[in-house]
C-alpha cells in the first residue's frame, strides 16, 4: 500500500525516539476522493488507534492507516531527501484524489481516473483543469476545459499534443479521440 524508502523509516525512528513508548505513525488523506484531498502523517500514540486502523510494519516502527483512507493511499510513497536547502519527508499518493480503478472497469471510469490523477495535477500548475463530458459511440472523449485553460492561447496544443496523446496511448482501440467543448472565453483567469 505505502513504500517508505530507508532514509526516510530512518527518519520515523528517529522521532519516534523522543515519543512516548508504543507510538505509531500515522499516514492519513482529509477528504479522500475529493479534489480538495490533503495527504499527512502524524504520530499515532497507543490510545489514538482505532479497532478498524491498518496496521503496517516497517524497519523500527509501524503505520497506522484509517480504513477510509486505505484505498485512496494505494501506490503512496513516503520519501526523506537532503539538498543544499535542507532535509523534507515528502509524501506523494497519486490516488488521493480519486481512487485506483481496475483495468476492466468501464472506459468512462479509467478515463475519469487518468484526468483526475495525471492530467488534472499537470494543468493545476497552469490554474486549469478539465472535466469528461462524455464518450461518444465513435469513441471520441468531450472534454470541458475550465481554470486558467479557459481562453488560453495555448489550449489546442495542450489538447491535441497532450492530452490526447496521452489518453489514445493509454486507451489504444478504445478511443479514437479527444475534442474541447469549452466556448473559451479569453479573461484574466486565462494562463497566457
Do not use: W
Request: overall charge negative; hydrophobic content about 40%.
Amino acid at each position: 500500500m505505502i513504500t517508505i524508502s530507508d532514509a526516510a523509516q530512518a527518519h520515523f525512528v528517529k522521532l519516534l525516539a523522543d515519543q512516548p513508548e508504543g507510538t505509531h505513525i500515522r499516514v492519513f488523506v482529509i477528504s479522500p476522493g475529493t479534489a480538495q484531498a490533503e495527504c499527512g502523517v502524524s504520530y499515532c500514540p497507543p490510545d489514538a488507534v482505532e479497532s478498524d486502523d491498518i496496521e503496517l510494519e516497517f524497519n523500527g516502527f509501524n503505520v497506522m492507516v484509517d480504513e477510509k483512507s486505505a484505498p485512496f493511499l494505494e501506490e503512496a510513497t513516503i520519501d526523506f531527501v537532503t539538498d543544499q536547502l535542507g532535509s523534507q519527508l515528502t509524501l506523494k499518493a497519486p490516488n488521493a484524489k480519486m481512487r485506483k480503478v481496475s483495468g476492466d472497469a468501464p472506459l468512462v471510469e479509467r478515463i475519469e481516473y487518468v484526468i483526475q490523477s495525471e492530467v488534472n495535477p499537470q494543468l493545476a500548475s497552469h490554474g486549469g483543469n478539465i472535466m469528461l463530458v462524455e464518450i461518444t459511440k465513435e469513441g471520441v472523449a468531450v472534454l470541458q476545459f475550465g481554470g486558467g485553460c479557459n481562453g488560453c492561447s495555448q489550449v489546442d496544443i495542450t489538447l491535441k499534443d497532450g492530452i490526447e496523446k496521452q489518453l489514445l496511448d493509454l486507451f489504444p482501440g478504445e478511443l479514437t479521440g479527444v475534442r474541447d467543448v469549452t466556448d473559451h472565453q479569453h479573461g484574466e483567469h486565462s494562463y497566457a
